[in-house]
């Protein structure tokens, strides 16, 4: 049976804590459904009401327009082990980039990875958790380290220049600009 909270517990926490996987979903009043994997040591319970998860670049920016867009955001825990569990955040979130106030807040609660492009500050609205009963049991055998290991290798002009057109989503929902932060160097505006 599903039993919702207005906040984190502990136990919501620790449990939050060992799951080496998350899952993103947003959606925007006549876009599609997003829903996006997470994996790496980018989440963190900044407070029962609050928290926060590191992006790196990818194949698209779809979180950033939907949530600019609407601010509605679910997150997914399964337990993979045991107990039985799933848990879901639900709540508004927004896009905070390398070169805006509150960056260097939500960045030393990280070990910022190459090609962090923004972190997501949510808050929390709903809790849920349910049995899960039907995610199987499985094990972590390691991290994929091919995305991190792609951007450390990346020229980041190059990267930005290759990425110029990423100003929009699937659906042409408007994307704040995230170009890989250089540092020491805010993006230039983007052209219209």
């Known amino acids: 049976m599903a039993e ?11 449990m939050i804590a060992a799951q080496p996987v998350f899952f993103v979903a947003t959606a925007a009043e006549g876009a599609r459904i997003n829903l996006s994997p997470k994996g790496y040591d980018a989440f963190r319970v900044l407070s029962p009401t609050r928290v926060a998860y590191l992006d790196l670049g990818g194949s698209g920016n779809e979180t950033n327009a939907h949530l600019l ?7 997914m825990f399964c337990n993979f082990r045991q107990p039985a569990q799933i848990l879901r955040i639900y709540g508004r979130g927004e896009p905070v980039l390398p070169w805006e106030r509150g960056w260097d807040e939500l960045a030393s609660h990280f070990t910022l990875l190459p090609g962090t492009r ?3 500050d949510i808050a929390v609205e709903s809790v849920q958790t349910s049995c899960g009963y039907g995610v199987p049991l499985m094990t972590l055998e390691a991290e994929r380290q091919t995305l991190v290991k792609l951007h450390a290798k990346a020229d980041p002009q190059e990267w930005a220049y290759k990425h110029r057109n990423r100003r929009q989503s699937i659906d042409g929902l408007p994307t704040r600009q995230t170009d890989r932060f ?5 993006p230039e505006p983007a052209k219209s």
Request: charged share 15%; net charge negative; hydrophobic share 50%.
């Open 4 to 14: 919702f909270s207005d906040e984190l517990s502990a136990a919501h926490q620790a």
């Open 69 to 75: 867009a609407d601010g509605r955001i679910t997150l």
């Open 118 to 120: 923004q972190i997501f």
């Open 182 to 186: 250089i540092a020491g160097q805010a």
